[in-house]
């Protein structure tokens, strides 16, 4: 079989003087629509904020003005505990830029407590200082809050998950 | 339901390099013009175009399908794009094969592409867009992210040693040896693959298939046109089975230890093909193979489960004692997958149901499986862990 | 270049601000390579496919009618000269501000081809459909589409 397409190295694509760039200028402001409004105020308030479906019988977080499973809105928001069960975790070496980092940030999905499909919860960073070979999936975990002033309204308003002792 | 039966007659695939020199509209003309080569016909006798691209924002051209129309042969002919990132390249030929099944069209070419190489500072920057704009991004995330977490959530629930996983890596790179494409078929020591550089743990570098850019063909047509344009059955694959899923995108909400979504796609298409008994040992005997999708070396394995053909937790060991080699007792991704042959996103799925035509009509060269090769099936898998695409295709001469 | 946050007092709704930090590196591909290097030797290279009797430019590496690939033979030099045959005036540019000087784009069918070239068009006052024009070139060429300054009158 014979197959076409001329490979270039590396050196070949970037300094080759007729390629053409393109830096294009993407800026976007994206309106935080009804539910992730109301959750991201909760994040201010130092609350995390989750919605219950009376049909489904079931509470998710994050909240959605509607529920996926029967399609009806889901308008009733509750409150739940700032505190969670690391549902995964991973140790990341890398960037969004592809560089690598010395010390690894730790991405984890953090089910929520309260939230009665399981899982649901939304992904965060669990506190990189803590020790690796002490995260296990399954821990109990807390949120760690920035200070009520420099709380925003994003996700970012939690600085991250800190892992609870077992008694 | 009634349609008309569809077979697939030939393929047209390019090589899938990191860097191309080819612009993409000149990438899909290389696999477009295979293909008909191939089947024998020209652009004239095409009644309908397909174009399968994933997000324009790897090849930074937006508008793709406008763009790739004249590269695929769909100047001045109908034309449709599916997009669902890399599930594209199995529901490309699925809609290839809506379009005659319902008699739409009677003679259609499918053609999936990507070029990865014009995105900077790295095809990874691109994947930011995967994350949601306002919860998840914030965050500062990056692509490995998601599947470090599902490889870790996978491995903890079925309590999986690393060693079976990194071994689909050493499979799928050395079968890629034997394909004409490929862009790293190598074959790698299990050491090698254990070792390699960490990313995020626990993915390695070598757990990872390396984006390219590429393009794959496909003609298909009815049968009637089949038989009037001389075809062989012996170089037609029928369309025997095909599905489609979608999950939301609340990855966090789901169980990342097992898709779901690949279950309900896989049992469309085996119902449709009137395959009604869906265990393992059934499906492994009724399918000669299978080409799941392989981005990563424990997404193969994850898909395997949600296409019934392992149960849950079990494929890991599968691969790891040899089945599912090439001359195993039930041989996985005998192409080299994405994982050896290179990851063009639309493109590398294309590469995987271009592999069940060469099988099943004995084209396959060095990769050709021995006995009885008389259906196969494709998955692929795309945008925010949420699409399984199956496609399933027998032998001419099957009944 | 992470997502900031905009916040607008009692607002009832809020936004999240983002942006997309990569950009983009384009090989020029097959015909293209030819173009460009065409254009950098003050050259138009364009190419005929002889079964539709169709010439391009810029030059395709196929036809897209028959389908044939159109190798090196098909290429050739073109006339510098050709017609307009559209014209628009900018007064604005991408941002939406106004131009302190604005100029023309033109849609031009060089001598000899088929297809049109998009370019701009340089000290005519009032460009009229049917005009002749000719390329100008700029001094300093890198084989790009800025080689060619525009079109002026012949």
Redesign the interface.
């Known amino acids: 079989?014979?197959?076409?397409?001329?490979?270039?190295?590396?050196d070949?694509?970037?300094n080759?003087?007729?390629?053409?760039?393109?830096?294009?200028e993407?800026?976007?402001?994206?309106?935080?629509?009804v539910a992730?409004?109301k959750?991201?105020?909760g994040l201010k308030n130092g609350k995390i904020l989750g919605t219950y479906c009376n049909d489904c019988d079931r509470t998710?977080c994050?909240p959605?003005m509607f529920c996926?499973e029967c399609f009806n809105p889901m308008n009733h928001y509750v409150k739940l505990p700032d505190t969670g069960v690391i549902?995964?975790?991973?140790?990341?070496?890398?960037?969004?830029?592809?560089t690598r980092r010395e010390k690894?940030e730790i991405?984890?999905?953090i089910d929520i407590d309260g939230t009665s499909?399981s899982?649901?919860?939304?992904?965060?960073?669990i506190d990189e200082d803590v020790s690796h070979d002490k995260i296990k999936?399954g821990m109990k975990v807390k949120a760690v809050w920035k200070d009520e002033k420099d709380r925003?309204?994003?996700?970012?308003d939690i600085k991250f998950f800190e892992l609870l002792e077992d008694d | 339901m009634s349609s008309k039966k569809v077979g697939m007659v030939s393929v047209g695939?390019?090589?899938?390099?990191?860097?191309?020199?080819?612009t993409p509209k000149e990438?899909a003309y290389?696999s477009s013009k295979?293909a008909l080569d191939e089947a024998g016909i020209t652009r004239k006798d095409l009644d309908g175009v397909i174009i399968g691209s994933a997000p324009d924002a790897f090849d930074?051209v937006h508008q793709k399908h406008e763009y790739l129309t004249d590269g695929s042969g769909g100047f001045n002919k109908p034309t449709m794009r599916g997009y669902v990132g890399g599930g594209t390249g199995v529901f490309s030929p699925i809609q290839g094969w809506y379009s005659v099944a319902s008699g739409v069209h009677d003679v259609v070419m499918v053609t999936t592409e990507e070029k990865m190489?014009s995105i900077q500072?790295?095809a990874?920057?691109g994947f930011?867009t995967i994350?949601d704009?306002?919860?998840?991004r914030?965050?500062?995330?990056?692509l490995?992210?998601i599947f470090?977490?599902?490889m870790?959530?996978y491995m903890?629930t079925y309590g999986i040693p690393k060693e079976h996983i990194a071994s689909v890596s050493v499979k799928n790179k050395g079968n890629a040896i034997d394909h004409?494409?490929a862009m790293l078929g190598k074959n790698f020591t299990l050491d090698e693959v254990l070792n390699s550089e960490?990313?995020?743990?626990?993915?390695r570098l070598l757990d990872i298939s390396p984006v390219a850019?590429?393009a794959v063909s496909f003609v298909m047509m009815t049968e009637e046109k089949i038989k009037e344009f001389g075809i062989s059955k012996d170089d037609v694959a029928w369309v025997d089975g095909v599905g489609w899923n979608v999950d939301?995108t609340?990855w966090?909400?789901?169980?990342?230890s097992y898709p779901k979504y690949v279950e309900k796609a896989a049992k469309q298409a085996y119902n449709m093909a009137g395959q009604k008994d869906h265990s393992p040992e059934v499906l492994r005997k009724w399918l000669s193979f299978a080409e799941p999708y392989d981005p990563f070396n424990y997404k193969e394995l994850h898909h395997l489960e949600g296409l019934q053909l392992f149960a849950k937790g079990e494929a890991p060991k599968a691969a790891f004692d040899g089945v599912t080699a090439r001359d195993g007792d039930f041989p996985v991704t005998p192409s080299g997958g994405l994982l050896g042959v290179g990851n063009p996103i639309a493109a590398a799925a294309g590469m995987k149901s271009a592999e069940l035509y060469l099988q099943l009509t004995g084209?396959a060269?060095k990769r050709q499986l021995s006995g009885d090769v008389t259906r196969g099936l494709a998955q692929a898998w795309g945008d925010l862990m949420q699409v399984g695409t199956v496609l399933i295709l027998k032998g001419g001469r099957v009944d | 270049m992470l997502p900031t946050?905009?916040?607008i007092k009692n607002a009832?709704?809020?936004?999240?601000?983002?942006?997309?930090?990569?950009?983009?590196?384009?090989?020029?591909g097959?015909s293209?390579?030819k173009f460009?290097?065409g254009l950098k030797d003050k050259k138009f290279i364009g190419n005929t496919c002889e079964a539709c009797d169709f010439t391009y430019f810029p030059p395709k590496m196929f036809c897209e009618d028959c389908f044939n690939e159109l190798g090196d033979d098909t290429y050739k030099e073109l006339k510098l000269e050709g017609t307009i045959v559209g014209v628009s005036k900018v007064f604005f540019d991408f941002r939406g501000q106004k131009l302190v000087e604005p100029y023309h784009m033109g849609l031009i069918k060089v001598e000899g081809s088929n297809t049109t070239f998009f370019h701009k068009i340089v000290d005519i006052e009032n460009p009229e459909i049917d005009q002749k024009v000719k390329a100008k070139w700029n001094e300093d060429r890198?084989?790009?589409i800025f080689d060619l300054e525009g079109f002026t009158s012949s």
């Open positions: 079989m014979d197959v076409r397409g001329k490979r270039l190295t590396l070949e694509f970037m080759t003087e007729l390629s053409v760039k393109h830096y294009p993407m800026e976007y402001n994206w309106a935080t629509g992730i409004t959750f991201l105020k998710v994050p959605r996926e549902n995964t975790f991973s140790l990341a070496f890398i960037r969004t830029d592809a690894a991405p984890a999905v499909i899982p649901s919860g939304f992904l965060h960073l999936i925003i309204g994003d996700i970012t | 695939l390019t090589r899938f390099n990191r860097r191309s020199k080819e990438l290389y295979m930074g190489s500072p790295s990874q920057a930011l994350f704009n306002l919860i998840e914030p965050l500062g995330p990056n490995v992210w470090a977490l599902e870790k959530r903890e004409p494409s960490i990313l995020c743990d626990p993915v850019d590429g939301t609340m966090t909400n789901r169980d990342l084209k060269g | 946050r905009r916040n009832p709704t809020t936004s999240v601000k983002g942006g997309f930090p990569v950009y983009y590196h384009y090989t020029v097959i293209g390579e460009f290097y890198a084989g790009s």
